[in-house]
């Protein structure tokens, strides 16, 4: 779960990671993202206005604790929790054409630590969640660290949640684990910036706890023409 990092890591960013991702920010709001940090700055803004009346009576949601197994550290102690609900329309995009914001507007938090068996060094954050999508009993969310020991403050993780049942255990996939990278112009790996919703396939089997996802479909504009 250790970040890959370069030192022109911010040069990288701003070259071809952030240019992928707004391709598809543009297409709905009609303007391309601003740089990584930027990005994360405006989703960790705690201020968020409250979301319009008609929603759903009961949001989309994401919550839970569980500790997963890693492929790659099968001994570690690896553990989530999160709680994180839909607030559609809530962080406005001034001089967009999403003015009022996306239908994918969350709030919450997410919590994980590592705990690592060889040495018994434990590594922790906190993030505040800012989007949230559903698809039946899978979810992707995203969410900014606010706290962190690892040294990834203001960074955007992205986490998909699979909700099994019968024979079928849940699921969790987290945006480091063995997605998000890429090759600089210097052909020197790095970790492009986390898009919001944008999380890999929930790779993680669930071994202890569980999760609880509540899909809602996604709410369309009220205001005409938009």
Known sequence: MF?????NRAVVRTARATAAAGLALAALTGVAPASADALS?????????EGRDGRAERPASVSGKAR???AFSPDDEIWFTVDARAKPYS??????KAPDGLPT???GTVRYSHRVA?????????????CLSTGGPVATLTAVVTTSDIGNANERIGLSVYRGGGRDGDRLGFSWGVANLDMGPDQQPYQPV????????PFAPVIRGG??????????PRTPGR
């Open 91 to 96: 962080r406005p995009l001034p001089g967009t």
């Open 118 to 130: 060889a040495t018994g060094a434990v590594y922790s954050a906190v993030a505040a969640v800012d």
């Open 194 to 201: 986390v898009g919001t919703c944008m999380a890999p396939a």
């Open 211 to 220: 999760f609880t996802v509540h899909h809602v479909e996604l709410e369309a």
């Open 41 to 49: 700055a405006s989703g960790s803004d705690s201020s968020v206005p």
């Open 3 to 7: 970040r890959i990092r370069t030192r």
């Open 105 to 107: 507007d969350a709030v």
């Open 68 to 70: 997963v197994s890693y």
